[in-house]
């Protein structure tokens, strides 16, 4: 006989509204199982949680733990816990969800507010069965939740990546830099979550090889595990189209300012005679002969003129203006 999923959110039941104390049912050792989530916590109702599971202090500790890295741990007897990061889109940071399997009796819980799960409830709603009866599968049923819920960000963030590659055919404009940047620093976020996933998951996969856990789990696991490695792959061959846009993008603005430079290089070229030759008329000699002459400013003019004429027809023969 299948075994009934029973999802209690933050100590409520939805199918018998009422509180469950998660304390009781543990000591039950019930045949159901049961998922508690608990959601958006604060510190007093995190640290009341910690004091009604029955785990030693020191396994409290991994609940506590600030260190923002994936962890999974054996707990009590034939008890796992585990430490998984996740963001609720692409863009937004990533926060952590802890699981916490005691025998039929699943704990998820997170300190911030996380949609990541809800896709789990949904489908647990509309009937959806687990691939056996023992808790371990509804912990399996949520890490394939999370790694569907990760491919969803990754798909998210390709089409997105792609559209804006797509709009960068054209010639990319100065604040383009600045957009990839801040998009390839998105995509960092959760190709690091993905990595820790798989992390964890290997993790796991080193505690379950025990007999106590039945084999088609670990089937289950090494299939997430594969999916995990091939969406990194995807995600580190989507950085890399970044960071190609990112070269060429340089690299235009690298043409820009050289271009920038020739102009005002040639500008320089052309005014440098001319400036020497207002500064040698500019000096004030008594015996200039020049002075005297009645056509000496109209001829200095017209010389001064073909001068620059004839520097801006060179350097434009000579393609400095390209």
Not at 109 to 123: F, G, P, Y
Not at 146 to 174: K, M, T, V
Request: proline share 3%; hydrophobic share 40%.
């Amino acid at each position: 006989m299948e075994r009934k999923v029973i999802y209690i959110h933050n100590s409520l039941s939805k199918e018998v509204d009422q509180e469950i104390s998660l304390a009781e049912l543990i000591a039950q050792k019930p045949q159901d199982l049961y998922w508690f989530n608990y959601e958006a916590l604060n510190d007093f109702e995190w640290q009341t949680l910690l004091s009604v599971l029955p785990i030693s202090d020191n396994e409290k500790n991994f609940f506590n733990d600030r260190k923002a890295f994936p962890r999974v741990e054996a707990v009590q007897a034939n008890g796992l816990y585990l430490r998984i990061p996740t963001s609720n889109r692409w863009e937004e940071p990533s926060h952590f969800i802890h699981l916490a399997l005691l025998g039929n009796v699943l704990i998820s819980a997170t300190k911030s507010e996380s949609k990541t799960l809800d896709k789990a409830v949904q489908q647990l709603d509309i009937g959806s069965s687990l691939e056996g009866k023992e808790g371990i599968f509804l912990l399996m049923f949520l890490l394939e939740t999370l790694e569907e819920h990760l491919i969803n960000n990754y798909l998210e963030a390709r089409s997105i990546i792609n559209g804006f590659i797509s709009s960068l055919e054209q010639i990319p404009q100065d604040q383009d830099n600045d957009k990839v940047v801040e998009i390839k620093g998105r995509l960092g976020n959760i190709t690091g979550q993905c990595e820790e996933f798989l992390f964890a998951c290997t993790l796991l996969r080193t505690i379950i090889t025990v007999p106590y856990y039945p084999v088609s789990t670990k089937k289950m696991l090494n299939d997430i595990l594969d999916t995990l490695a091939h969406v990194e792959h995807s995600m580190r061959k989507l950085d890399k189209h970044l960071e190609d846009q990112l070269h060429r993008i340089d690299s235009h603005l690298r043409e820009l300012t050289d271009k920038r430079l020739r102009i005002l290089t040639v500008l320089s070229s052309v005014f440098l005679p001319l400036t020497f030759i207002s500064s040698l008329y500019g000096m004030n000699f008594e015996n200039m002969p020049e002075y005297s002459y009645e056509y000496a400013y109209p001829i200095c003019l017209g010389v001064m003129l073909c001068i620059g004429i004839g520097m801006v027809v060179y350097f434009a023969v000579k393609g400095w203006f390209r």
